[in-house]
Structure formats: C-alpha cells, structure tokens
C-alpha cells in the first residue's frame, strides 16, 4: 500500500494519477512574527492528491516582519518568502481546492488557522485526533514517530517538507482507512 524509497529518503507518489481527487492533504509551515517570533505566519503551504502528486506547493508572503525563520525545522529563509504570492491570493487557491473535498493531515487546527480557514470536521481526518493512533492516554503523537510505527518510513530529519509531511499524514489515513470511516457511520 505504501511507496517507501530509501534511495529518495522519502515517500513517493503511490500511481500517475495527478488531478484533484476526493481527498486531498494538507501541510503548511508557519515562521514566526512579532516579539520573539512567538506569533505563527503562514510562509509555505502544500497540498497533495489521494495518490501523493503535488497539487500546490508554494512559498507565501508574509504580511509583518520575520522575527524568527525556524528554518531549521520550517526550512524557510528570507530568500524564499522575497517574491512569494501574496497570502490572499494562496488562501483563495488553497479555499477552492479544499471546496467538498476531505481533508487529511496531522494537527489540521494549526494549518487551517494559519491559513485562517475552516473546513467542516466531518470532512476533516486528522492523524492527531485518531484515538487509535495516539497514546494510551490519548495523547497525539508527533508525526515522525507515526511515520516511523505505521509506515516505516524515517521523516523530518531537520528540515521540514511540507510536501513529505502531508504524505506521510495521507499514507497513514490510507493504511487506517477502512475502520478509520467505518467507525464514523
């Protein structure tokens, strides 16, 4: 089920279908504004396709001044934020590809408040909130350690990929999918 190459040191599109599909996931990368970068600011968002192909992947500009990149978890650095879109317009983009489709990812709330959208939560599978998937106590567990359990897969090895994320978080939602919506009828 899942495409794990160790040569590419990431997970890799499942087939060749690339357009819009039914579900679709989601990862963004947030730098940090104001005093002490403590404020998140939308810098990078991705969006993929049921089967990994990359619908979106862009840089966004941010409105407030930079106080703190955390390139070395976002991977951004001022070059990449220079000349990027503005935020409106990648909202917009990202809002219509998102319109009745089921959105999967890890900790969507932060996502989607950095985007500052919502997205109905009977449309949303979140790898964060699967009690299946989270501690004993039912805690969230980080992505890397579910990528690690489930997919065997080795991620967020400094730098951050938005793009890995999201098909680590889709892979996982595909391995799950089954009991994961049998148990929401």
Known sequence: IIAWSEKEKGLEPLDDKDGLTEFIALDCEMVGVGAGGWTSALARVCVINHSGHVLLDTHVAVAEPVTDFRTKYSGIRPEDIHD????????AQVSSILQ?????????????????????????????????????RGKPKKLKVLAREVLNAQIQ???????????????IYRYFAHTWEASLV
Do not use: W
């Open 84 to 91: 990027a879109p503005k935020f409106a317009a990648v909202q």
């Open 157 to 171: 090895h400094g730098e951050h990929s938005p793009e890995e994320d999201a098909r680590a978080a889709l892979y």
């Open 100 to 136: 009745d489709r089921i959105l999967v990812g890890h900790a969507l709330h932060n996502d989607l408040q950095a985007l500052k959208l919502t997205h109905p939560s009977r449309d949303m599978r979140d790898t964060a909130l699967y009690l299946p998937l989270c501690t004993h």
